[in-house]
């Protein structure tokens, strides 16, 4: 019997068991045991408290919320969906960002209420449109054996506050199978700053994986002054031990511990938010698509990312007891983290800015889904 329907038959017990004599009492009460499963003493104490005519509930008393208003809730939630599903205290932060290219006309009070509206309240607002994902990835590295008492071992990436000391890996783009030859995309990121640059490769190879990294590091706003990898053959071999090492002014190259995700946290936050949100798990295979991988990284991507979507940082983290309080900063986007560090030049700020004025959120995510849309349906 349902919890309604025992409700129901306790309603319809209560007057004939207060009305009757003790004996009349008795086998009602025995009925009722035995038709809902209860205990004697329980039973007795339903039918002693049921009340049959209950008063409604009071409504929500104060004013009523100003957020309820489709006029503030489908900008949000356009915003939202926009800059790919961010959590409630990044969406905050993108708002003031995104909101001046919003593509319809808004009231001055929309924007006001947009712009003053609070991280719970956005929690509220979006609980009945929020998409869950859930899918982990394939790991495809194998530790490399050569040259790793040249590379030494770094674990301490994240007390790195100067620009220019990246974390890298490679994301296999495979489908459910490691057969053949397949894309693979070559993710970093710069520990300080957040900024990130991603280059696709038709296989890992020493040589395609190393011309990619020359790609990534012109493209950078500053220079590089460290990398660190796993422990994969891509990134453990003669030509990029070279590559970093032998010239001018070199850069510092080491690698994590072997089976250590933890070491290289950064990248591997990255390689979801980055490069699977967009691409998935499907297999990618053909070479042409590697060309039209890198015209997306190259172009909109890294703009939209670098440029309009924050991130957090932690600052502390502290175990008390069972439980461990991590404290982060406010949300900031990479290109603004990059305008606050004493690290790098004006001149490069000023290009920067300058950029910045050109772009427009909402036109990059835009073209982003049709060079999504050109790539898979070639697949």
Request: glycine residues 4%.
């Amino acid at each position: 019997m349902s919890p309604k329907s025992k409700k129901e038959y306790l309603a319809s017990i209560f007057l004939p068991y207060r009305n009757a004599s003790k004996k009349r009492k008795s086998q009602i009460l025995n009925e009722f045991c035995l038709v809902c499963d209860y205990h004697r003493k329980y039973a007795i104490w339903l039918l002693k408290h049921h009340k049959r005519f209950t008063t409604p509930k009071p409504g929500k008393r104060g004013r009523a919320s100003k957020y309820n208003n489709p006029a503030i809730l489908e900008p949000l939630k356009q915003i939202w969906l926009a800059a790919n599903l961010p959590c409630s205290s990044r969406l905050k932060a993108i708002i003031p960002l995104w909101l001046p290219f919003y593509p319809e006309a808004l009231s001055a009070k929309v924007k006001e209420a947009l712009l003053s509206i609070s991280p719970s309240t956005i929690d509220r607002l979006l609980k009945s449109v929020r998409i869950k994902y859930g899918k982990r990835g394939r790991s495809t590295t194998k530790p490399g054996t050569l040259l790793k008492k040249h590379i030494p071992i770094k674990t301490k990436q994240w007390d790195e506050t100067r620009p220019g000391f990246i974390e890298a890996d490679t994301v296999a783009h495979c489908g459910g199978s490691l057969a053949g030859e397949f894309a693979y995309t070559v993710d970093t990121v710069d520990i300080a700053t957040g900024w990130t640059e991603q280059r696709a490769v038709l296989g890992k190879g020493e040589a395609g994986v190393l011309e990619q990294l020359k790609d990534i590091e012109a493209s950078y706003p500053f220079p590089l002054l460290g990398f660190d990898s796993d422990n994969g053959g891509e990134f453990i071999n003669y030509h990029a031990l070279k590559h970093f090492t032998q010239r001018e002014k070199p850069v510092a190259f080491t690698r994590s511990r072997e089976y250590e995700s933890n070491d290289n946290a950064h990248i591997e936050q990255k390689n979801w938010t980055h490069v699977r949100q967009y691409f998935g798990y499907s297999r990618l295979d053909d070479p042409r698509v590697v060309s039209w991988m890198n015209e997306f990284y190259r172009l909109e991507s890294r703009l939209y990312l670098n440029f309009f979507l924050p991130s957090v940082k932690l600052l502390s983290k502290e175990r008390i007891g069972s439980k461990t309080i991590k404290r982060h900063d406010l949300p900031k986007t990479p290109y603004q983290r990059v305008l606050e560090s004493k690290d790098v030049s004006t001149q490069t700020k000023n290009l920067l800015k300058e950029q910045f004025k050109t772009l427009n959120p909402f036109f990059l995510k835009k073209e982003m889904e049709k060079k999504l849309a050109r790539i898979f349906n070639l697949h």
